[in-house]
Antibody, heavy 120, light 107 residues
Framework: QVQLVQSGAEVKKPGASVKVSCKAS????????MHWVRQAPGQGLEWLGM????????NYAQQFQGRVTVTRDTSTSIVYMELSRLQSEDTAVYYC?????????????WGQGTLVTVSS | DIQMTQSPSSLSASVGDRVTITCRAS??????LNWYQQKPGKAPKVLIY???NLETGVPSRFSGSGSGTHFTFTISSLQPEDIATYFC?????????FGQGTKLEIK
């Protein structure tokens, strides 16, 4: 069965970077796009960016341009999301989400979430 | 970016009630809209895709309709397990923006 397993919770100081991993299993890794979505405490969902695992192409939300980098390792079926210059407002649960591979676009499988806390 | 406006932000209803949530897009998105359910401490789960298509395994009391800029999500008969927050999401253009969510509670 499809599984997306994320790395564990992180605590970072302001100005630092964080790198969250998402290990995919149960399907052909290079055949499905992967997205990153975050959710601040008690807030809504915010799309950060995506990667096409087959070729490595990425697309990022404009407000995170220059701060977020999504990469993948096809040998291990892992997608990474790195966010730099962290501020307290970046405290959130970060999710990876697989995009359904059909004509429709929706996120059919999600990781369990990784809590990133930014605090001095 | 396309802005998605959901209403209401919270809703209290009784078991068996019909519940409707509205989502408006800031521009025409055709039928490129999904609805997700999120329970506390869990990742979201897709219920409806392409505005009106029920994801496999999702109970038929959930439905969606609309196109263009105005969409609705309906639970025909609210069940206790439907307590959750519901989000719409457009996929007409990147970034795939979400509505701010509707928190559904049992009265």
């Amino acid at each position: 069965q499809v599984q997306l397993v994320q790395s564990g919770a992180e605590v970072k100081k302001p100005g630092a970077s964080v790198k969250v991993s998402c290990k995919a299993s149960g399907y052909m890794f290079t055949s499905y796009y992967m997205h990153w979505v975050r959710q601040a405490p008690g807030q809504g969902l915010e799309w950060l960016g995506m990667i096409i695992p087959s070729g490595g192409s990425t697309n990022y939300a404009q407000q995170f341009q220059g701060r977020v980098t999504v990469t993948r390792d096809t040998s291990t079926s892992i997608v990474y999301m790195e966010l730099s210059r962290l501020q307290s407002e970046d405290t959130a649960v970060y999710y990876c989400a697989r995009e359904w591979g059909g004509a429709q676009v929706y996120f059919d499988h999600w990781g369990q979430g990784t809590l990133v806390t930014v605090s001095s | 970016d396309i802005q998605m406006t959901q209403s209401p932000s919270s809703l209290s209803a009784s078991v068996g009630d019909r519940v409707t949530i509205t989502c408006r897009a800031s521009q025409d998105i055709s039928n490129f809209l999904n609805w997700y359910q999120q329970k506390p401490g869990k990742a979201p789960k897709v219920l409806i895709y392409d505005a009106s298509n029920l994801e496999t395994g999702v109970p038929s009391r959930f439905s969606g309709s609309g196109s263009g800029t105005h969409f609705t999500f309906t639970i025909s008969s609210l069940q206790p397990e439907d307590i959750a927050t519901y989000f719409c999401q457009q996929f007409h253009d990147l970034p795939y923006t979400f509505g701010q969510g509707t928190k559904l509670e049992i009265k």
